[in-house]
């Protein structure tokens, strides 16, 4: 099995950046796509960026579309978000996660608090 770590959450004035990183490890023979999610208080869990993991790819909600950007390093088995242009409703939990084989994002990690005031 996989297994996902973030970190790089943190705290950070409107219009300011952060990146996140997931880094990945455990084995498995390759991904089909890997993503972030994010949760705020009082709110469902959205998606906010997926990358296709072999032709990279990408998917942007619109929320974030032209702030956000979503990026991997194979060597590093590393997943980026990079996230600029930073407003208050971006403040939440963000996941990544991995779809091992096109039937849905299963293997998760334990998620790392962006706070934008």
């Known amino acids: 099995d996989v297994q996902l770590v973030e970190s790089g959450g943190g705290s950070a004035e409107t219009g300011g950046s952060l990146r996140v990183s997931c880094r990945a490890s455990?084995?498995?023979?390759?991904?089909?796509?890997l993503g972030w999610f994010r949760q705020a208080l009082g709110h469902e869990r959205e998606g906010v960026a997926a990358?296709?993991?072999?032709?990279?790819?990408?998917y942007h909600a619109d929320s974030v579309k032209g702030r956000f950007t979503i990026s991997q390093d194979n060597a590093k088995r590393t997943l980026y978000l990079q996230m600029n242009s930073l407003k208050p409703e971006d403040t939440a939990m963000y996941y990544c996660?991995?779809?091992?084989?096109?039937?849905?994002?299963?293997?998760w990690g334990q998620g790392t608090q962006v706070t934008v005031s």
């Open positions: 990358i296709d993991a072999v032709f990279a790819a990408t």
């Open positions: 455990g084995f498995r023979f390759a991904d089909y796509a």
């Open positions: 996660a991995s779809d091992p084989n096109g039937l849905g994002f299963t293997y």
